[in-house]
Nanobody, 130 residues
Framework: QVRLVESGGGPTQAGGSLRLSCKVSGYIDSNTCMGWFRQAPGKEREGVAVIYTSIYTSGGPTFYADSVRGRSTVSVDTTKDTLLLQMNNLKPEDTAMYFC???????????????????WGQGTQVTVSS
């Protein structure tokens, strides 16, 4: 059974940084697309960043939402079975519940569409004050 457990969220001020972690247990596929989505109150879920991993690589390719590109980095720590999201220069509009997601196969088809992901964590809240 696949389980995704997020951590690392919390309150911070604009301009600050956070690193979100997602501990992955269970087996999805030899080729896996993992990533992060977020949902703010009253808004739809939106893709933040995703990364392709396989038995041969854990370095990408990666896909980012325009709103976070240049400020965020998604990566995988294979030694710890953990997905990471480093976010810098945080803005109040980054405030949301952040979800870890996963699916089998590559990321190149609709990488930031929430409908494409079969596995979801429970989320970790990020709150950025101005």
């Amino acid at each position: 059974q696949v389980r995704l457990v997020e951590s690392g969220g919390g309150p911070t001020q604009a301009g600050g940084s956070l690193r979100l972690s997602c501990k992955v247990s269970g087996y999805i596929d030899s080729n896996t697309c993992m990533g992060w989505f977020r949902q703010a109150p009253g808004k739809e879920r939106e893709g933040v960043a995703v990364i392709y991993t396989s038995i041969y690589t854990s370095g990408g390719p990666t896909f980012y939402a325009d709103s976070v590109r240049g400020r965020s980095t998604v990566s995988v720590d294979t030694t710890k079975d953990t997905l990471l999201l480093q976010m810098n220069n945080l803005k109040p509009e980054d405030t949301a519940m952040y979800f870890c997601v996963g699916r089998s196969g590559r990321c190149n088809v609709d990488p930031l569409s929430p409908r494409k992901y079969a596995y979801w964590g429970q989320g970790t809240q990020v709150t950025v004050s101005s």
